[in-house]
């Protein structure tokens, strides 16, 4: 089945950089990756998808990156807030959205 | 339009003792249904899907069942739990493809004592 690592666990940045998050997946049969950003204590919400036949995809100070050849993607945050600070999941989708575990990022101000 | 409901929002339970967590969706049909884990460190723990009334499909073996008894209503049960049960559990549900998006409930959160 499919399988996605995600890159790095944590990752503390100024307010105002940008902040990257990177994933990998194992079936080259998935064909749709979204983001998720989960607040303490809430279920997930969707903040952007791209799927397989488009390589990149924007949403103001979001972006993410798809390379198939390479079975990666990465989610790209610009401009960071503190807003910002959440857990973020990216997911593959097999039988089922399979997710990655997740990175703690943390704006500071 | 379309809402998850899941409950209860917090939930201790002594080990060995039973569990039903239930959860559902207003505002459409035939959604496809999921049970995920969430253990600190593990991420989203995919444990069961549906795509459709009691047809159930397992990802992790463990001491979990999940039921579909109506086409919106998706259960999650355990006869005895065990330590390792607690974690934050999440519904969530989407349509049509697996490749959509998926809406999330907003959890529970388990603690087996």
């Known amino acids: 089945g499919e399988n996605v690592e995600q890159h790095p666990s944590t990752l503390s940045v100024q307010e105002g950089d940008s902040a990257v998050i990177k994933c990998t997946y194992s079936?080259?049969?998935?064909?749709?990756f979204p983001w998720y950003k989960q607040e303490l204590g809430k279920g997930p919400q969707l903040i952007i998808d791209i799927r397989s036949n488009v390589g990149e995809k924007k949403d103001q100070r979001i972006a993410v990156t798809l390379n198939k050849t390479a079975k990666h993607f990465s989610l790209h945050i610009t401009e960071t807030q503190p807003e910002d600070s959440a857990v973020y999941f990216c997911a593959a989708s097999g039988t089922a959205l399979i997710f990655g575990k997740g990175t703690t990022l943390s704006v500071s101000s | 339009s379309q809402t998850i409901h899941q409950w209860p929002a917090t939930l201790v339970q002594p080990v060995g003792s039973p569990l039903s967590l239930e959860c559902t969706v207003e505002?459409?049909?035939?959604?496809?249904l999921y049970w995920y884990r969430q253990a600190a460190g593990r991420g989203l723990q995919l444990l069961f899907y549906s795509v459709g009334i009691g047809q159930i499909s397992s990802e992790v073996p463990q001491n979990l069942s999940a039921s579909r008894p109506q086409d919106r209503q998706f259960i999650l049960s355990s006869k005895k739990l065990l330590l390792s049960d607690s974690g934050f559990y999440l519904c969530?549900?989407?349509?049509?493809?697996?490749?959509?998006?998926?809406?999330f409930g907003q959890g529970t959160r388990l603690t087996v004592v």
């Open positions: 969530a549900w989407n349509l049509g493809q697996i490749n959509t998006e998926a809406f």
């Open positions: 079936d080259s049969a998935s064909n749709y």
């Open positions: 505002g459409t049909s035939n959604p496809n």
